[in-house]
């Protein structure tokens, strides 16, 4: 739950540094730009603002790893909000105002999840979590989407070390199998979602280890 706030921090201020021609850039996520990207991020923090504001009383039936459903297949578009999200990003116009909307929500977000209570049970999706487990899962999110903001713009800051290593941790806990030693934490989370293609010598390692290869990629919902 501590890497929520400067995982999320991070990755906002990221998206504040971008310059205008920055948003029609490609993201890491397939058929996405950047600006489709950038409001997907302000729909996130507004689950995240509902959630934490959805107490629960019973009990937790997910944790941060099992709150990941893995699917069968990688996005193919059709999904009604993929694309009510690449309408609304084009419907914004100038990228200021979808930076502005980011920062007011997403600011709130963050002190949302800075006030909450671990222990707190909150609803979700047809789930109860503990919010210290629900904050947690959402390392993993804001990890992988940072990754995905500066995938085709080098001149953006990276995630930082320790929500990468903890991004990791948790992946290999939905693959309920460890990650090579020889893979970097960014390369683990690229390789091991489908938003990279395993090089040769990282599918070899990947084979040699036998039950994390054929588990690969684990496409996240």
């Known amino acids: 739950m501590g890497l929520f706030g400067p995982s999320w921090t991070a990755l906002r201020a990221a998206a504040e540094g971008l310059a205008a ?91 949302a999840a800075e006030l909450a209570a671990p222990g707190q049970r909150v609803a979700t999706q047809g789930q109860v979590l503990t919010t210290g487990d629900y904050l947690d899962a959402y390392v993993l999110e804001w990890t992988l989407h940072h ?25 290999e806990r939905v693959a309920a199998a460890p990650f090579p030693a020889s893979f970097s934490d960014a390369d683990a989370l690229l390789v091991g979602t489908g938003r990279r293609a395993a090089t040769p010598a990282e599918r070899s390692v990947l084979a040699a280890l036998g039950t994390l290869g054929p588990k690969l990629p684990l496409v996240l919902g």
């Open 147 to 171: 990754l995905d903001l500066v995938a085709h713009l080098p001149h953006v800051p990276r995630p930082p070390a320790e929500g990468l290593a903890a991004a990791r941790r948790l992946l």
């Open 21 to 111: 021609e920055d948003f029609a850039r490609p993201s890491g996520c397939a058929g996405w730009l950047v600006r489709d990207l950038v409001c997907h991020l302000v729909i996130d923090a507004q689950d995240v603002l509902i959630t934490l504001a959805t107490p629960s009383t019973a009990e937790p039936t997910r944790d941060a790893a099992s709150y990941w459903r893995v699917a069968d297949s990688p996005p193919d578009g059709e999904d009604p909000l993929d694309a009510l999200t690449v309408r609304l990003a084009a419907a914004y116009g100038d990228p200021a105002l979808l930076r502005f909307h980011l920062d007011d929500v997403g600011s709130a977000a963050g002190r």
